[in-house]
C-alpha cells in the first residue's frame, strides 16, 4: 500500500490519447501538473484497490505533479473518510490532510470528489467555522471546498451553512465559483423550496447569471420566467 506502488499500477494503465486531455479538465494555473494519461475510472478503480494506504503515502502522492496521481491520492482519501469501519481519529487526520495540502488539491474536480465526504461529513456534529474563513480565502479552490461541503448537511436538511456561505460568495468573480454556489443553493432548495426563493428574491438582481442559472434549475417553468425577468430589471 505505498505510493510507489500506486503509480506502478497506473503507469500499466496509460493510454497515449488520454494525455490531450488536460486542458479539458484542469482548470489550475500553476504551470507544473501533467497529463500521466490515465482514466478518470482506472483512477478510480486502482485508488478503491488502495483504500488501506496510510496517511504518510497519500501525502506522497500529493506531491507528484501529475493530476491523476493527485486525484487518487483525494479519491484514496474519500474511500477512507466514508467507510464506516474508519476510526474518527483516522477521519479527523484525514480532514487536516486535506485542509494541509489544499495548495495540491487545486482543481474543481479534486475539490468536488474529496469536500463532501472529508470535510462536510467529518463537521457534521462539530463547529463549521473553518468553512467561511475558507469562504473568505483568496484561493478559488478553498472557497469552492467551502460551499460544496455543505452538500453533507443539505444530505440531512441542515440547510443554514449553505445558504449563509452562498451569501458570502455570492459574488464571487471567478465562475467556478458561481457555478458552485448555484449548484448547492439548487440542492438546498430540493429540500425548501421556499428558502430558496427567498433568498433569490433578495440575491438574483446582483448575482452572476451562472450562478441564478443552476440555483434555478428545478424550479418550476414559471418561477424560472419570474427570476429570469427579474434579472434583467
Known amino acids: ?20 486531455k488536460l486542458e479539458k479538465f484542469f482548470k489550475g494555473e500553476d504551470g507544473q501538473t501533467k497529463a500521466f494519461g ?3 475510472g482506472n483512477v478510480f478503480k486502482t485508488a478503491k484497490e488502495f483504500t488501506q494506504m ?24 474519500d474511500y477512507q473518510a466514508k467507510n464506516k469501519k474508519t476510526s474518527p481519529e483516522r477521519k479527523k487526520e484525514l480532514f487536516e490532510l486535506y485542509l494541509n495540502r489544499h495548495d495540491r ?43 460544496v461541503a455543505t452538500y453533507a448537511f443539505i444530505k440531512k436538511g441542515q440547510l443554514e451553512d449553505t445558504f449563509q456561505i452562498a451569501e458570502i460568495l455570492i ?29 433569490l428574491d433578495i440575491h438574483t438582481s446582483t448575482m452572476p447569471r451562472g450562478t441564478l442559472r443552476n440555483a434555478i434549475e428545478k424550479l418550476d417553468k414559471e418561477e424560472k420566467t419570474y427570476y429570469k425577468n427579474l434579472k434583467h430589471q
Open 1 to 20: 500500500m505505498t505510493a510507489q506502488h500506486y503509480i506502478a499500477k497506473l503507469k500499466a494503465l496509460r493510454e497515449e490519447k488520454e494525455l490531450s
Open 38 to 40: 490515465v482514466r478518470f
Open 54 to 77: 496510510p496517511l504518510e503515502e497519500i501525502n506522497k502522492l500529493l506531491d507528484s505533479d501529475y493530476y491523476e496521481i493527485r486525484m487518487g491520492a483525494v479519491s484514496i482519501m
Open 105 to 147: 488539491l487545486n482543481n474543481w474536480d479534486f475539490v468536488d470528489r474529496g469536500a463532501y465526504n472529508i470535510i462536510g461529513e467529518y463537521l457534521m456534529d462539530k463547529p463549521r467555522d473553518i468553512l467561511y474563513q475558507l469562504a473568505k480565502s483568496k484561493t478559488i479552490w478553498e472557497r469552492r471546498t467551502a460551499i
Open 171 to 199: 459574488k464571487d468573480k471567478e465562475e467556478l465559483i458561481n457555478k458552485a454556489v448555484g449548484s448547492w443553493l439548487r440542492e438546498a432548495g430540493k429540500k425548501d423550496k421556499s428558502r430558496l426563493k427567498a433568498f
